[in-house]
T-cell receptor, first 110, second 115 residues
Framework: QQPVQSPQAVILREGEDAVINCSSSKALYSVHWYRQKHGEAPVFLMILLKGGEQKGHEKISASFNEKKQQSSLYLTASQLSYSGTYFC???????????FGSGTQLTVLP | GAVVSQHPSRVICKSGTSVKIECRSLDFQATTMFWYRQFPKQSLMLMATSNEGSKATYEQGVEKDKFLINHASLTLSTLTVTSAHPEDSSFYIC???????????FGPGTRLLVL
């Protein structure tokens, strides 16, 4: 089953913060976050493997709550380059395949 | 990070013809690769898992006789769309896992347009 992402879309000004959520009805083994620009392939941001884990990548960080079966992506002091569609992908344990959420379209305005 | 290439990047073909898309891992070996399809403004949908040395496994609803997958070597997987029809027009993307955390690295994608 496809994980659910929220919000579907968000518009913010440069320098503002945003949070994107990803939740699943099934147990999560891993959560992968990607950003895709229009017409391009998804670019890897980060992977979270353990419950309660948090990771950071410059001004982008994420948390993973295994018990709640959800993950959140935090973008702080957003830049114009952050614009794109963000997808979470949930891992199926040892099978290695990812099931992607519906995506969140993020638009950063100057 | 690891690099995955795809060829061609764009292809236009007539209805009824077959189209082959290549996916290569350039700086690592991949015993497994994944093929996704993405329609405009939609998410990536896993089509099949390509396995080196064995048959591909297909997701429910994906016709294995229409989407032929061959994992010829540890660095190459091909997807052939046979007897393509306009509804097969889409963005096809492959990925391969690499590293201890098995991060999925995506190829640049192939945009297929069937006329």
């Amino acid at each position: 089953q496809q994980p659910v992402q929220s919000p579907q879309a968000v518009i913010l000004r440069e320098g503002e913060d945003a949070v994107i959520n990803c939740s699943s009805s099934k147990a999560l083994y891993s959560v992968h976050w990607y950003r895709q620009k229009h017409g391009e392939a998804p670019v890897f941001l980060m992977i979270l493997l353990k419950g309660g884990e948090q990771k950071g990548h410059e001004k982008i960080s994420a948390s993973f709550n295994e018990k709640k079966q959800q993950s959140s992506l935090y973008l702080t002091a957003s830049q114009l380059s952050y614009s794109g569609t963000y997808f979470c992908g949930t891992g199926r344990g040892s099978a290695r395949q990812l099931t992607f959420g519906s995506g969140t379209q993020l638009t950063v305005l100057p | 990070g690891a690099v995955v290439s795809q060829h061609p990047s764009r292809v236009i073909c007539k209805s009824g013809t077959s189209v082959k898309i290549e996916c290569r891992s350039l700086d690592f070996q991949a015993t497994t690769m994944f093929w996704y399809r993405q329609f405009p403004k939609q998410s990536l949908m896993l089509m099949a898992t390509s396995n080196e040395g064995s048959k591909a496994t297909y997701e429910q609803g994906v016709e294995k006789d229409k989407f032929l997958i061959n994992h010829a070597s540890l660095t190459l997987s091909t997807l052939t769309v046979t007897s393509a029809h306009p509804e097969d027009s889409s963005f096809y993307i492959c990925s391969a896992p690499s590293g201890g955390e098995e991060t999925q690295y995506f190829g640049p994608g192939t945009r297929l347009l069937v006329l």
